[in-house]
């Protein structure tokens, strides 16, 4: 069975940086979309960032573009979340998600959660004035 496990997250203060980590089990990365959302109290699950397994194609939300970054090892069958320049806006609950059939990243609806069926438990990210 697929598992998702997050960490790294915690409590920054504005500008600081984390790194999110995002350990799979129960399948190797292939041909999949791997993304990361984030869910602030009161507000709706919204995608962050996603990236094809292959590494070949990533993608950004708007108001996290050229402050993070995701990456993929598949040898450690791990995703990243690099998160710089934080602010208090970037508070929320992390999660990563898995989408096997890649469908998601292909017809460009990476950021809906609904194109993912597999989540971890998500992991607090806290980022104070």
């Known amino acids: 069975q697929v598992q998702l496990v997050e960490s790294g997250g915690g409590s920054v203060q504005s500008g600081g940086s984390l790194r999110l980590s995002c350990a799979a089990s129960?399948?190797?990365?292939?041909?999949?979309?791997l993304g990361w959302f984030r869910q602030a109290p009161g507000k709706e699950r919204e995608g962050v960032a996603a990236i094809v397994s292959d590494g070949s194609t990533s993608y950004a939300e708007e108001s996290v573009k050229g402050r993070f970054t995701i990456s993929l090892d598949n040898a450690k069958n791990t995703l990243f979340l690099l998160m710089n320049s934080l602010k208090p806006e970037d508070t929320a609950m992390y999660y990563c998600?898995?989408?096997?059939?890649?469908?998601?990243?292909?017809?460009?609806?990476?950021?809906?959660?609904?194109?993912?069926?597999?989540w971890g438990q998500g992991t607090q990210v806290t980022v104070s004035s």
């Open positions: 998600a898995a989408d096997p059939e890649g469908l998601g990243c292909a017809l460009g609806r990476w950021s809906s959660a609904a194109e993912f069926g597999y």
């Open positions: 129960g399948y190797t990365y292939s041909s999949y979309c």
